[in-house]
């Protein structure tokens, strides 16, 4: 240790110390004649406790001022809401933790003091002191010879950019950006009434652009972006938004909305950014701006730039396989001014191709010969002009008519104008960014330079190109920075952040990218995923009083369940429900609400809309016909498995019994889905397999492996958590021996998103005495009411599925 403090000199030249981190003991796995005797999937080390401290040359270690030592997360079981680290290798839970670190009181002033808190926190926890600790697969080392002290790295790893987008606000005297400020304003917005009449009317006029012409917005999608385009700088509004109701539509016509007013205006595009802490949502919504469906109008369609292939920019660290994927652009700096998908653009070469490329579309176009950008650039202005006015026009001739019947019109114009629109403004602006780069090319490398000018400017010419830049809030704060050693924040900056999946955002990670945009949309919903909260009650607590935001505990506790902007507990979403001036009815969360659904059939998704929507879900996915589909909508398979819980929760007959059913039915669903959708599909692609355990979910993909079935998902509702399959299987793993109760039933969290992944099938394999029907309050006992409303519901395992007219379907080479 004494030999990290004379190898970092530079780590605290005031202190000259360096702060460390120990372990005090290191286990390591068990072994017979050689092999390892732990379960597959076992940490190779175990190394349960972390001491921070500080150390200086003379090789005094003395307690850190800020951290107290911890538990490693890893060798904890989860609390009621984090079902993932329940396993077999854990020594103790997270709320003993939270429990020991909320009743005890210590100041650090000497080693002694903090090995005495160590030492008292194992207890607590493991029932077991420090000194004796022992876990039956592990072999312990000697105190003292087998442990480990690195430099700890504090702010650093996935929340080094946000911590440091926080210290720069501390260091500013200034007042905090107006839209951070109302995010963590403790007063609840006022609630205002919502558009009728012809305010609403009047809004849609401003609905101005739409990304793609297959289909019309729904009714609360137009409810939410007409809402939307009431807000200010400074403001949010949280849209609620349930599994499968069209949230990425109707973001998109939000974007599509914001760069035509730009381009109907002759200014700058707007920079609109899209981020989640989920990297399956980041990833779905830069697919989505790169899978934006386009019928008829060839001449408008697609992009008059060679290359481009989406309206998104993926923000990202690095990665070659996310490279091959999106369009991709990473961190920056003075050696490194331009890395990822401009680098391949931003070039007299590519712009000499693309300036005959885009001339050429815009000729077929125009059906007329036009050899100078900046006539084109006009002239396609002038067109966006006469369309806008044609659409208001339309849309003001609608005040005398029933407003019941003004829906219908407005998605007329959704498919026909608004997409003109958006598509005239697309082209408007390739044009400007080709004679915005002849120029900056013809200046050398000044437009590589690092001040806030020039860091405005280049957005805000990515943004021309691609009206949507897409990241994860970790990563956000890098992106956004200026001055030559990249310290300086872009605040007040980013003209609209878009939170996705919101519910499963913490606040304080979130918090930082709020500081540099001016406006925000929050999405998400609180009934599905929740954040994983690493942070114990107790830490806010004292954090809360140590601010003066409370003066006892009690109080403390109060401010994190009215406010959430604790740490330890709440959501991005339940913040922007707060700040939010809007709300669709009493009985739901402040917010708009999408409530239009088209993914699942009504009898699975009604379901979910009793569970957790109080009914306000409209179901419109297509319904089967008569003999038109083969399994139960709701369907179970009782199995006589057995809850092994000796090391984990796990079945092995149930998930035997799900692997061969598949392994069974594998060709016949193949040809079946393969027919319907009329393109070839595997078996991955049509089945997932759900479970609460992470044990059983190692022991079905063992059993999958084992039969050749190696690219089904499996795994607990984070693995499905955004996607979807024709058929999901639930492997509930209790058996009616169990005495408690179930960890599905602590919340509607769970067998909410679990159901709601299914299109046309949710099955159920697993003892059907678990489920008792008599009891709706839970969400097992309403979820048995469905399984059992019918005998058609079972399934018969030893026979395969079939359907008699699946010849009806179009033949597809399989």
Request: aromatic share 10%; net charge neutral.
């Amino acid at each position: 240790a004494k030999e990290l403090a004379y190898q970092n000199p530079q780590k605290n030249k005031i202190n000259d110390i360096v702060e460390v981190l120990i372990n005090p003991f290191v286990g390591y796995k068990k072994s017979l004649y050689g092999q390892d005797i732990n379960r597959e999937g076992a940490p190779k080390e175990f190394v349960p406790f972390w001491i921070p401290a500080c150390l200086n040359k003379m090789g005094q270690l003395t307690p850190h001022p800020y951290y107290k030592p911890w538990i490693a997360r890893e060798w904890l079981s989860g609390s009621q809401m984090d079902p993932v680290k329940l396993d077999y290798h854990t020594i103790g839970d997270i709320d003993s933790v939270d429990l020991f670190t909320s009743s005890y009181r210590s100041d650090f002033n000497t080693w002694n003091d903090l090995w005495t808190y160590v030492d008292k926190l194992s207890i607590s926890v493991t029932k077991q002191s420090m000194h004796e600790l022992k876990h039956p697969t592990y072999v312990r080392g000697e105190v003292g010879q087998n442990c480990y002290v690195r430099i700890a790295e504090f702010g650093q790893g996935m929340t080094r950019n946000i911590m440091g987008l926080y210290n720069d606000l501390i260091r500013r005297s200034q007042e905090l950006p107006s839209l951070l400020k109302q995010y963590v304003s403790l007063k609840d917005k006022e609630e205002l009434n919502l558009l009728s009449g012809e305010l609403f009317i009047q809004k849609a006029t401003q609905h101005l652009g739409q990304m793609s012409n297959e289909f019309p917005v729904s009714v609360s999608q137009r409810q939410s972006i007409h809402h939307y385009l009431t807000i200010s700088d400074g403001e949010m509004l949280a849209v609620n938004g349930p599994p499968g109701t069209g949230k990425t539509t109707m973001l998109q016509s939000i974007v599509a909305t914001m760069w035509t007013k730009a381009a109907l205006d002759r200014t700058d595009p707007p920079v609109i950014l899209a981020a989640s802490t989920n990297n399956k949502a980041v990833t779905n919504v830069i697919d989505s701006f790169g899978k934006v469906e386009e019928r008829g109008c060839p001449e408008l369609a697609g992009r008059w730039l060679p290359q481009l292939n989406s309206y998104g920019l993926y923000l990202v660290r690095s990665g070659k396989e996310d490279a091959e994927k999106f369009q991709c652009y990473h961190p920056v700096n003075k050696d490194n001014p331009s890395n990822g998908f401009p680098m391949i653009i931003e070039n007299k070469s590519y712009l000499q191709n693309a300036e005959q490329y885009y001339l050429e579309k815009y000729n077929q176009y125009a059906k007329t010969t036009v050899t100078d950008i900046k006539d084109v650039v006009k002239n396609l202005h002038s067109k966006l002009v006469q369309v806008v006015q044609g659409l208001e026009t339309k849309i003001l001739s609608l005040s005398s008519i029933d407003l019941e019947k003004v829906d219908a019109k407005l998605g007329t114009l959704d498919i026909n104008e608004r997409y003109t629109a958006f598509k005239l403004a697309t082209h408007y602006f390739e044009g400007q960014w080709l004679l915005e780069m002849k120029e900056e090319l013809n200046k050398g490398n000044s437009y590589l330079e690092f001040t806030l000018d020039s860091q405005k400017k280049k957005w805000r010419r990515f943004a021309k190109l691609t009206p949507c830049f897409v990241s994860t809030m970790h990563m956000t704060p890098a992106f956004f920075k200026y001055g030559i050693t990249s310290t300086e924040y872009l605040y007040d900056f980013i003209d609209l952040l878009i939170v996705d999946e919101a519910g499963q955002v913490n606040p304080e990670v979130a918090g930082a990218s709020f500081a540099i945009a001016k406006k925000a949309l929050v999405v998400g919903d609180v009934v599905q995923i929740p954040p994983i909260w690493n942070i114990p009650l107790a830490i806010d607590i004292q954090n809360i009083i140590k601010l003066g935001l409370a003066n006892n505990e009690q109080e403390a506790i109060v401010f994190v369940k009215d406010t959430y902007l604790g740490s330890s507990s709440g959501s991005v979403m339940q913040v922007a429900q707060r700040a939010t001036k809007y709300r669709v009815d009493k009985l739901l969360a402040k917010g708009m609400f999408l409530k239009e659904h088209r993914r699942c059939v009504k009898d699975i998704i009604g379901y979910c809309n009793e569970l957790a929507y109080n009914g306000f879900l409209e179901p419109l996915a297509k319904e089967f016909g008569q003999n038109e589909y083969f399994l139960p909508h709701m369907g179970y398979a009782h199995i006589n498995g057995n809850h092994d819980n000796s090391n984990g929760n796990s079945n092995t007959p149930e998930a035997q019994a799900i692997v061969n059913w598949i392994d069974n039915n594998k060709l016949f669903l193949e040809n079946y889905y393969s027919k319907k959708e009329n393109k070839k599909l595997k078996i991955g692609e049509i089945i997932g397999v759900i479970t609460p355990f992470t044990k059983q979910t190692s022991v079905i993909k063992e059993a999958l492996r084992k039969s050749g079935l190696n690219d089904i998902t499996v795994g607990t509702v984070h693995a499905l958590q955004g996607a979807e399959r024709s058929i999901c299987i639930f492997s509930p793993v209790y058996d009616s021996n169990y005495e408690g109760s179930y960890f599905f039933d602590n919340g509607v969290n769970m067998l909410n998103v679990a159901v709601s992944r299914a299109k046309h099938s949710f099955l159920v394999f697993g003892d059907m005495e678990i489920f008792e029907n008599s009891n709706k309050r839970t969400p097992s006992g309403l979820l048995a009411e469905y399984l059992f409303k019918s005998e058609k519901n079972k399934l018969d395992l030893n026979k395969r599925v079939y359907i008699p007219n699946i010849s009806s379907f179009p033949t597809v080479n399989i």
